[in-house]
């Protein structure tokens, strides 16, 4: 996998002139929806030579493959070749679906990235996970390949619900949790709502990369991304389909990372304090909601169709301590059930 | 690109099972078309573990993103995860195919070719270039990647019908007349209804490892395989939809390289002797019908549709003599008339 080059600008304009600048582009698309359309769009128009705007409807629901099919049918359209360049404005579902859609129209051509959100900046944004939803399977069809380059603007945040930019701080929590106690200790500071991201920003980029490079295809120490992220998967598609209960992502993982942490304690030995240390923040920010006990084993039931899991079995990545992540615990839902009782009984 | 193996085998269950004891797979699918399944998949069977098989409908009309879901939901329903392998058995349209599914299928788990005809074996078995038709454009989307292994034998042309073994053998004389003149003198005493091929097979894919390796993603030295293709691959869509007058990829081509070796004395130095000695053999193999000449100007208007062009120019690679080939010569409608009428004239 190629490496690409993550610039983050308090400039977003000059910056896209200086990548266009050092290139040459048969033809330009941007990829839309219609919330970047009317409110990030207009940030980097004066930048944008002659373009072809693709806007797609927003939303998760439309990751899927029939999305695909009409931004293939629109590059075919406005004949695209092979030296075209694709930029992403938007957040994990544009950049996920657009570099997958351009990454195989024509066996492929150039994409660029401008994630929008602070969840795509920090997590999206570097990895190279591309792709779609499938019947409901999250990310089910995709390829890992790299942008051309991704260019980072936390400006664009203030066109966002402060929901939006509360979501996207669970990974740099994350990032804290399994790879920097250091950083952990200062992420406990932030008030998602009122926050100067740029420097945060970095350094969560920075350890993604870190992790992403020593293992770009999640044969191991990827894995550690993962915390958070398997009770978090199975509730946050859960509700997905639930009307008035929909969790955006960030939240659906602040609680699978409190779930996750009880695990941690109960088998990997993450300290009682931490544990407790870390529900107590999560609880803070995210004031999740009790999940009914009736509904416990439907949900993580969803854990078994991961892609992540291999043979049946549900692995893990749990917390040793604070800035400390092990990967492929094996466990099953008696002690998945035990960590929603615990979640429920700390929201009191 | 990782480089994979391409064995040659007189005993294809053997090769199979040496294969499979090598490594250790969650799972295997076999996907086959209705006749592989009839006629091939007996071959191997001995050889195969528990596996589950997929079969769709043969035929490139079927090689589309829907029969890609097809295959898709197959493999989510029989809880396939990224340790699995998936055996492609078949022609072209199974390994393009089935290679695009299995590369996608969770970002991608490793696939094993076995391809069944002359055409597949010396050609899409090698070069990674994998993927699917859509709306009537050639496999428009889809990525490069290579399969973990190739295995050829020849022997499963016994199943073919013998025009099938015709249109594999234009790839074989492509290679030849673009990269080794010692071997074009060999090919031409080839009678391809009553020859041992596994010698030439061996040879052919050599000669295209030999290019492909050196271009993994068709930036240019690569390019030589396109001779013939980009007028044959015009006459092969356009006759594609028109009942009883389909071509069968060979046919095409070898229409493509009379019609390019006629622009290639005209324009790239090949000689008239080279020229005449290339058409005489091709008809004399592929009897090819004249072509109507009021078709002229919409089957050409296709080659402008091609995914090598960039920036709508028709680039074609054109032989300066037997054994050797050029890039990047661009051509305009007028001459490509031209070079029908010389077919049309020869045909006689």
Redesign the interface.
Known sequence: MENHNTEVTTNIQESITRFLASRKY?KIAVLVDENTEAHCLPKILDALPDHYLITIPSGESNKN?STC?DI??AL?EA?F???GLMINLGGGVIGDMGGFVA??????FEFLNIPTTLLSQVDASVGG?L?VD??G?K??????NEPQNVLIYTDFYSTLPKEEVRSGFAEVIKHGLIYDAAYWEQVKTIDPYRHDWTEVVSHSIDIKKKVVTEDPFESGLRKILNFGHTIGHAIESYFLEIPGERLLHGEAIAVGMITEAYLSHKLTGLSKESLEEITDFLIKVYAPKKIDAKLFEEILGLTTQD??????IVQFSLLKEIGSCTINIPIGIPDMIDSLFYLNERIG
Chains 1, 2 share one sequence.
Request: charged residues 30%.
């Open positions: 048969s493959l099919e293939w049918m075919t004949g070749d092979r030296k990454s195989t129209y024509k066996r492929g996970k792709g499938f019947h399977f990310n089910h069809i995709g390829i890992f892609k992540k899991n291999e043979g049946g």
